[in-house]
């Protein structure tokens, strides 16, 4: 069984049944869904979701056939503006609370960087880093627990805080809630000199904590001077779809797929790369 979905974002913005209308027009079962990208009526500040604007956007979506398998609200959670760094906090929290009226449990994040747009700090891969995501998780875990909701962690090897499976595994044994698990995206987390062992370090992945992971991401890369370039659409580079799909067919089957760098014009064309690869 396989289950793929897309990016609402990468399709424009509107009204929830304008884009639910666009999305419904492929051969998708789910999406993910980050509300401020996707209508223009909220800010990337909290205190605007309500369950009758989530109700609604789940109804819509579900007219369509598409379930909202995960929101997106990709924050930066070690900040080094503390202000900026808590209010994005808050607006997870509401993420998390409101999350089961969007008819979804996973809402999901990256790991940040010390600097405020997530690009590469020698300083995000300090300890102190590392222990200041750790409070931002576990925090982010309470609220969590309190709705019945999933934090989605993804990790990106070399720029974020959590880089590597080590840093991944470490920081799901110190916040230590089942409401913590993992997006795994395979080519983010590849480091960027490593990528001739992607078969190898896609298994290891599913070893360290393929227990953990409840959602999975989709696109390629190619290898440029030795080094991994590009967030491309699945199938135009070096991304091994084919073991990923079988790998997803055996440990996880049903898990959502959602496919990154898509668009009207490749959308279909990825979708049936992405289904040839899983026969």
């Known amino acids: 069984m396989l289950?793929?979905?897309?990016?609402a974002h990468d399709y424009g913005q509107g009204t929830p049944a304008e884009i639910a209308a666009k999305l419904g027009q492929y051969d998708v079962?789910?999406?993910q869904l980050a509300p401020a990208k996707s209508f223009p009526v909220l800010a990337e500040q909290p205190g605007q979701l309500t369950p009758g604007f989530a109700n609604h956007v789940r109804d819509?979506?579900?007219?369509?056939?598409?379930?909202?398998a995960v929101l997106g609200c990709y924050i930066n959670p070690i900040h080094p503006d503390p202000d900026t760094k808590e209010q994005a906090l808050q607006r997870f929290e509401e993420h998390l609370r409101f999350a089961r009226d969007f008819g979804c449990a996973i809402v999901g994040t990256e790991t940040g960087s010390k600097n405020g747009d997530c690009s590469y700090?020698?300083?995000?891969?300090?300890?102190?880093?590392?222990?200041?995501?750790?409070?931002s998780v576990r925090r982010?875990?309470?609220?969590?627990?309190?709705?019945?909701?999933?934090v989605g962690i993804e990790g990106v090897a070399h720029h974020?805080?959590?880089?590597s499976y080590e840093k991944m595994v470490r920081m799901l044994e110190l916040v230590d809630s089942p409401n913590v698990q993992v997006i795994y995206d395979p080519v983010n987390f590849f480091p960027?000199?490593?990528c001739h062992r992607q078969q190898e370090l896609m298994d290891e992945a599913f070893r360290l904590f393929g227990d953990r992971i409840v959602a999975i991401h989709s696109k390629d890369f190619v290898i440029k001077d030795g080094m991994k370039e590009g967030d491309l659409p699945s199938g135009t580079g070096e991304m091994d779809h084919r073991y990923l799909m079988s790998l997803i067919k055996k440990l996880k089957p049903g898990i959502h797929t959602i496919l990154e760098s898509t668009n009207p014009e490749n959308a279909q064309g990825i979708l049936e790369h992405l289904r040839e690869c899983a026969r």
């Open 3 to 7: 289950n793929l979905g897309l990016r």
């Open 29 to 31: 079962s789910c999406v």
């Open 60 to 68: 819509v979506f579900a007219a369509q056939g598409i379930n909202i």
């Open 121 to 135: 700090h020698p300083d995000s891969q300090k300890e102190t880093s590392f222990l200041e995501l750790v409070d």
């Open 140 to 150: 982010l875990a309470d609220t969590a627990e309190k709705y019945g909701t999933i």
């Open 160 to 163: 974020h805080t959590v880089h």
């Open 192 to 194: 960027l000199d490593q």
